[in-house]
T-cell receptor, first 115, second 110 residues
Framework: DVKVTQSSRYLVKRTGEKVFLECVQD?????MFWYRQDPGLGLRLIYF???????EKGDIPEGYSVSREKKERFSLILESASTNQTSMYLC??????????????FGPGTRLTVL | AQSVSQHNHHVILSEAASLELGCNYS??????LFWYVQYPGQHLQLLLK??????LVKGIKGFEAEFIKSKFSFNLRKPSVQWSDTAEYFC????????FGAGTILRVKS
C-alpha cells in the first residue's frame, strides 16, 4: 500500500511566522504535489515536483515555497504566514507522468490555522 | 484554462435512493478522468478512473461513471446509496496537471 504521511494533522501559527509542512511518501514515486483544500473551491495546486531538486509552480504559488532535497520528502514552506493561508493542506504523490497509470495518492492533510 | 465543473455543491438523499453527480471538464483531446472521495475525517482516496476503452467505468463500493466525450462529461452514479456513502466527492481531470472540481458534499439520511 502506498503511504503518504504528513508531519502534523493540526497546526496553529501566528501571523508572520515561518511555517514548515512536511510530507513523506514510501513508494519511490517521482512526482509529489502540494494542494490546499477550501470549502467550495475544491483542491488547488500550489506546487509540484517531478524530481529531486525540481519544482514547478501550480495555480496558487504566491506566499509559498517548496523544497525537495530527497525523493521521498517534499516540504511546503510559508515564509510569513497570513490569515488567508488558513486552510487544509494536502500532499500527494504519483508515479512518473510518462506512464499511463498516474493516480495520485494523498496524505491525511494538515489543517493549518493562522491567527 | 483547464477547468472542471461539478453541478451540485450539496446533495441530500435518503438511503436506497439513486445517485448521480454531474461533472464536466472544459477541454478536448486526450484526458484522464477521476472521481475521488473523502469520507469524514479520512484522507482523499480514488473511487474510479477512466483512461481509455469502455466509457462505462466501475469503481469501488458499487460506484460507476460514464465518460461521454461529446458532452465533456464524466458523471458518477450509484443505483442505491447507503448511509456510509456520506462524504465529499471530487471529480478531477488530468492532462498536463490534475485539475479538481469544487466538490459535492453528499449526505445520506438513514
Amino acid at each position: 500500500d502506498v503511504k503518504v504521511t504528513q508531519s502534523s494533522r493540526y497546526l496553529v501559527k501566528r501571523t508572520g511566522e515561518k511555517v514548515f509542512l512536511e510530507c513523506v511518501q514510501d513508494m519511490d514515486h517521482e512526482n509529489m504535489f502540494w494542494y490546499r483544500q477550501d470549502p467550495g473551491l475544491g483542491l488547488r495546486l500550489i506546487y509540484f515536483s517531478y524530481d529531486v531538486k525540481m519544482k514547478e509552480k501550480g495555480d496558487i504559488p504566491e506566499g509559498y515555497s517548496v523544497s525537495r532535497e530527497k525523493k521521498e520528502r517534499f516540504s511546503l514552506i510559508l515564509e510569513s504566514a497570513s490569515t488567508n493561508q488558513t486552510s487544509m493542506y494536502l500532499c500527494a504523490s504519483s508515479e512518473s507522468s510518462g506512464r499511463a497509470y498516474n493516480e495520485q495518492f494523498f496524505g491525511p492533510g494538515t489543517r493549518l490555522t493562522v491567527l | 484554462a483547464q477547468s472542471v465543473s461539478q453541478h451540485n455543491h450539496h446533495v441530500i438523499l435518503s438511503e436506497a435512493a439513486s445517485l448521480e453527480l454531474g461533472c464536466n471538464y472544459s477541454y478536448g483531446g486526450t484526458v484522464n478522468l477521476f472521481w475521488y472521495v473523502q469520507y469524514p475525517g479520512q484522507h482523499l482516496q480514488l473511487l474510479l478512473k477512466y483512461f481509455s476503452g469502455d466509457p462505462l467505468v466501475k469503481g469501488i463500493k458499487g460506484f460507476e461513471a460514464e465518460f461521454i466525450k461529446s458532452k465533456f462529461s464524466f458523471n458518477l452514479r450509484k443505483p442505491s446509496v447507503q448511509w456510509s456513502d456520506t462524504a465529499e466527492y471530487f471529480c478531477a481531470a488530468l492532462r498536463n496537471k490534475l485539475v479538481f472540481g469544487a466538490g459535492t458534499i453528499l449526505r445520506v439520511k438513514s
